[in-house]
DNA sequence: CGAATTTGACCGGCGC
DNA sequence: GCGCCGGTCAAATTCG
């Protein structure tokens, strides 16, 4: 029987079936290109196997709508008498879409075993006749017509209808019973077709919301493009008026902004691209067509597009007419090699505090301790162990000039959810490495885009972060230590200060995961503003509700911090409001207030964030 | 006793 | 090629 549709509810008790439970529909089914009978089949199970469900092994006694006349067609629990006919394959599936239901009528409605109960073939088990005594029923159809119709055989009835007085009795039995069952065949067809109703319902909204989301992602990749072309116009102008010594071109070494961080793979792959498709018309061609072959495709679902399209554009990459071909780099053959320069990217930051070690919501584990030249203070060595396999790494180290000054750099990007509180220095260190790793920054030396950044991250600072273009890796250097003297990190050439003035000195010992935030947040941006995006974007629907409100705790004040930039897309006036949230949070723990002599006591923040923390 | 830390050994990159 | 140095490994040790 090809039919059009139909409801499966093996799986289901008739008694909960369909309407009375809400029936949960796949909004997004992988096979997105329409909701038809594969797609809702794994739910309602609709296709060619639609039968009548029939729960045939029910006891009586278990059917607590019998004789029910309540309008509800909450519960179509047929009872059948399988002793009707034994031979007769048992019909599962109850089909709510029969297209030949003029087939009931010519062709079934004889085939029953008893010539006058006719009835189509999902139904006819509905009747059964006399011989069998286990059950009195005529006709257990648990089934509300609406009706009001009595269908059951009382003793009543028996008597009446095998009244030998009465030679047309079972004729007329016959005729009530067809008409019962055609009014209950009209009824089921009208539930087909407000079912069939509701499955168009839910396909138009599945189509509108899929088109609407492509609509999204195209209007995205519209505006990343504009807004590289702006960054790139920036550039251009930096670039001009800049005359300093050119700074060997390590960030070109990182222009592969692919998924070192498997977390966001999809997201970092198509944010790099998104770069080198902005610098080629070539590849934004490709990138094109590429978006539109994705949008054409309707087979799968989203996810999938998605991961096919960066997967795609990961091996468009491949050849060296991408990044590499841009860089004066060896041809990477493997993302091996992305993830390896991926993970050279770190993000220093420098906090004053006595603790061994920062609190940023992460669990690391120590894995080793070095002394490191030129500083007589060891250097400890750190692996995140929130997740395993998770390549984030850290140093930690005190600074040789000015031992409460602890250095800790961060590397990599971390595989796995964080925690609140984890959020600021994840974010840090994913914001500036891709920022470092931003094609953006391979079209031009460091020293140009330090200086870039320094007037578009923190135009309202002065000194607060470093960008090393000369180190062995690229370096943001985040100050939380607030030295008023602008040269004092710059123990490399080619490092620019970030100044941020109006910090206390001992700010980082308070907050010290809060600021990384900040800069990661604007180093965010940064990468935003370059093309990049990255996978922790905050909510904003969360945002406005959390910057609203002082913030109780640590993590509070960094997800108001967030917030607050991340609704903000001016990222300057962002970034007062959150230090303003920092600073202006009457955080109880917050102790900027009460030192601000730049000593660090004992029981600093750090401390406290501890106790917030993880640790 | 399991987990975390310590610490010496080892490895690879880089400069000479 | 050699040595230096940064980084990592892994066995030993310590800790809770």
Avoid at 210 to 218: A, G, N, Y
Wanted: aromatic share 4%.
């Amino acid at each position: 029987m090809a039919r059009g549709g139909g409801l499966s509810i093996d799986s289901d008790p008739i008694g909960s079936f369909f309407p009375h439970k809400p029936v949960v529909l796949n909004s997004f089914p992988e096979d997105n290109t329409t909701i038809n009978n594969s797609s809702v089949q794994h739910k309602w199970k609709l296709g060619p196997n639609m039968d009548t469900t029939v729960n045939r092994n029910r006891s009586q006694s278990s059917s607590p709508n019998t004789n029910t006349t309540s309008s509800s067609i909450s519960t179509i629990p047929f009872q059948v008498n399988r002793t009707c006919d034994e031979n007769r394959p048992h019909i599962d599936e109850m089909d709510f879409f029969p297209n030949k239901t003029d087939d009931y009528d010519n062709n079934h409605m004889n085939n029953c075993a008893s010539a006058s109960t006719s009835a189509p073939p999902s139904l006819d088990h509905l009747v059964h006749t006399h011989d069998h005594s286990s059950t009195t029923n005529i006709l257990d159809l648990e089934v509300d017509t609406g009706l009001n119709l009595l269908t059951t055989n009382t003793s009543s009835d028996h008597s009446m209808v095998d009244d030998e007085t009465y030679p047309d009795s079972k004729e007329k039995r016959a005729k009530s019973e067809m008409f019962v069952l055609q009014a209950e065949l009209e009824r089921m067809k009208a539930e087909n077709h407000r079912l069939k109703s509701m499955l168009d319902q839910v396909n138009t909204n599945y189509n509108a919301l899929q088109t609407h989301l492509v609509s999204l992602m195209q209007q995205q990749k519209e505006e990343e493009v504009a807004e590289q072309q702006v960054f790139d116009r920036k550039l251009d102008e930096e670039k001009q008026s800049v005359n300093g010594t050119l700074v060997p071109r390590q960030f070109m070494d990182l222009g592969l902004a692919t998924n070192a961080d498997s977390s966001e793979p999809s997201l970092s792959s198509s944010a790099g691209r998104s770069q080198d498709l902005s610098k080629s018309p070539k590849n934004n061609e490709v990138a094109s067509k590429e978006f539109e072959t994705k949008k054409s495709v309707s087979d799968n679902g989203f996810d999938q597009d998605k991961k096919e399209f960066v997967r795609r554009i990961e091996k468009e990459d491949s050849p060296s007419e991408g990044v590499a071909a841009n860089n004066n780099v060896p041809n990477p053959k493997n993302v091996d090699h992305a993830e390896a320069t991926m993970r050279k990217a770190r993000v220093s930051v420098r906090a004053r505090s006595e603790a061994p070690m920062i609190t940023d919501g992460c669990q690391w584990r120590k894995y080793g301790q070095k002394m490191a030249k030129g500083n007589p203070c060891p250097r400890a060595y750190y692996r995140c162990t929130m997740a395993a396999g998770c390549p984030v790494r850290k140093q930690v180290q005190r600074c040789a000039e000015d031992r409460t000054i602890l250095v800790t750099t961060y590397e990599g990007n971390h595989n796995h959810p964080l925690p609140p509180a984890a959020i600021a220095m994840a974010q840090t260190t994913s914001s500036a490495a891709k920022m470092l790793l931003s094609g953006s920054m391979s079209s031009a030396d460091g020293l140009m885009n330090a200086n870039f950044l320094t007037r578009t991250l923190l135009p309202c600072s002065s000194s607060m972060a470093t960008i090393s273009a000369s180190a062995p890796f690229p370096t943001v250097t985040l100050d939380l230590t607030h030295s008023p003297n602008p040269l004092q990190l710059s123990k490399s050439q080619n490092q620019v200060q970030f100044p941020f003035p109006g910090i206390p000195q001992n700010f980082a010992n308070s907050p010290s995961s809060l600021l990384p935030q900040i800069f990661g947040q604007a180093l965010y941006n940064q990468s935003k503003f370059s093309g990049l995006q990255t996978s922790q974007d905050a909510d904003p629907s969360q945002s406005s509700n959390q910057s609203q409100r002082p913030p109780p705790h640590l993590a509070d004040t960094v997800s108001a911090a967030t917030a607050a930039i991340a609704a903000d897309p001016n990222f300057t006036a962002a970034l007062a409001a959150a230090i303003t949230s920092i600073i202006g949070g009457s955080n109880p723990n917050n102790n900027i207030s009460t030192n601000n002599n730049g000593t660090t006591p004992n029981n600093t923040s750090n401390g406290n964030i501890a106790s917030n923390n993880n640790k």
